[in-house]
């Protein structure tokens, strides 16, 4: 669905310094035709290695980012039969047990929303420019996705 | 002028966030980074990062025309 300014209202996207909002993300996706929503959350973990963590920092090349997210939600919506899709990060520095990502996707039966939702995060986490640097009791660094 | 932009640890290595680069005529993304690894050895390290050329991924023969704003993007880990 496209509306007059040409913004597709199937796709809400968000990169904020705000914390992140469950129920924004729930209600965008809730549709009347819809059988299931499928909802990840992905929540800054106390460890790595075996190392604590105190804090994690979130940068990003903003308007980038943003143009990437819409392309993921865009290719889900053409690969599965969802309804509606949110994807929502955080910029910033995070704590412990908080949230940097949540995905939400609705559809009319709950396989093709696992499925979107799974891709979406997966997508996510290889072609959007974020990166996170992880702060330790005695230093920092940058996270390598693949070390 | 070209606007070159460093992200994560590439911006650590070169120690700066933006660059502005003067070029003569335009050049391929290989090109551009072939000057950079000249100029920052220790960027070769991490020859794996992807460039961006105007918001958008580019491959090693994209063009780079001058006003383009380019980015260095070292493996991200959102999410």
């Known amino acids: 669905m496209v509306n ?5 209202t199937s796709i809400d996207i968000k990169l904020t310094s705000d914390k992140l909002n469950l129920q924004e993300c729930y209600d965008f996706v809730q549709d009347p035709a819809c059988g299931g929503i ?5 929540t800054v973990r106390n460890h790595t290695h075996q190392k604590e963590v105190l804090k994690l920092d979130f940068s990003t090349y903003k308007p980038m980012a943003v143009k990437e997210m819409q ?10 039969p969802i309804k509606k899709i949110a994807i929502h990060h955080a910029e910033g520095m995070l704590e412990i047990g908080d949230v940097p990502v949540i995905i939400a996707v609705s559809s009319a039966h ?38 | 002028m070209i606007q070159l932009l460093f992200f994560g640890i590439t911006q650590d290595i070169v120690k700066q966030h933006k660059i502005d680069l003067k070029i003569e005529k335009s050049i391929l993304v290989s090109e551009l980074k072939s000057m950079l690894f000249k100029q920052y050895p220790a960027l070769k ?20 025309n001058d006003n383009d704003v380019v980015a260095i993007i070292p493996p991200v880990s959102g999410g």
């Open chain 1, 4 to 8: 007059k300014l040409g913004m597709n």
């Open chain 1, 71 to 80: 392309l993921i939600a865009e290719r889900a919506l053409q690969h599965f």
């Open chain 2, 45 to 64: 390290k991490f020859s794996t990062f992807a460039v961006a050329v105007n918001e958008k991924y580019a491959t090693e023969d994209t063009l780079i």
């Open chain 1, 110 to 147: 709950r396989k093709s929303a696992f499925e979107a939702c799974q891709f979406a995060i997966d997508t996510l986490k290889e072609t959007v420019p974020i990166w996170k640097k992880e702060f330790f009791e005695d230093g920092e660094v940058w996270v390598n996705p693949h070390p």
């Open chain 1, 38 to 42: 499928a909802i990840f959350v992905g």
